[in-house]
């Protein structure tokens, strides 16, 4: 009996030796899961933030392009054919604004989807402007401008908001009124005020 015991005794130690390293086992690749998932965490918030930064550079890269095409349109007051692009990358970008501008959240989307909307409006007034100069109809001309005016103050305002939604950190800076910097450079110039600065800085 003493012998039976002492070997049943024997195994019950042998089997939770072996339990013990099983769980130890368990442990250690329960710890290598986790670090592994934790990396992989890492490395999609790295992404994530990547992709935030080359969409923000894309933003502003897009506006300051919109802002150097509407100079374009400052001729308006002297009765002379605006020579336009139309098809400026800008206008290609934002056709594509869903894929493109998503890391900026659903608030900068929706307002680039109604840049693009009134960017196709400057556009169509531009064609209806440049049919009106021949005409040397100055009333019609000068409605046509207002709203091609109109058209470029109000695309500077939505593309500010995108601006200002942009945490302040990773913001590019214009100058010190921040809140009116796009506005600013997509609209013309008033009377003896000197052209805004078109390229931003971080």
Known sequence: MNATT????????????????????????????????????????????WRRTETIGT??????????EFTKANVSVLG???EA???????????????????????????????????????????????IVPTGDLTRRMEASDRLDKDRAQIGRTLDAVHTSIPWAVRWKYWEDESHAFHRLCSRPQKDEPAAPVQPTL
Not at 21 to 34: G, I, N, P, S, T
């Open 6 to 49: 002492g070997v049943l005794a024997g195994l019950t130690l042998v089997v939770l030796i072996a339990q013990a390293v099983v769980f130890w086992r368990q442990l250690k690749v329960m710890a290598k899961q986790a670090e592994i998932s934790e990396r992989q965490l890492q490395l999609q918030r790295e992404q994530a933030d």
């Open 85 to 131: 692009d139309f098809a400026a990358h800008p206008r290609e970008v934002l056709r594509e604004a869903s894929r493109v501008f998503a890391p900026l959240g659903d608030a900068a989307l929706d307002n680039l989807y109604t840049v693009g909307v009134l960017l196709d409006r400057y556009y169509e007034n531009v064609l209806d402007y440049n049919r």
């Open 59 to 68: 933003f502003y890269r897009t506006a300051s392009d919109l802002a150097v």
């Open 80 to 82: 002379v054919l605006i």
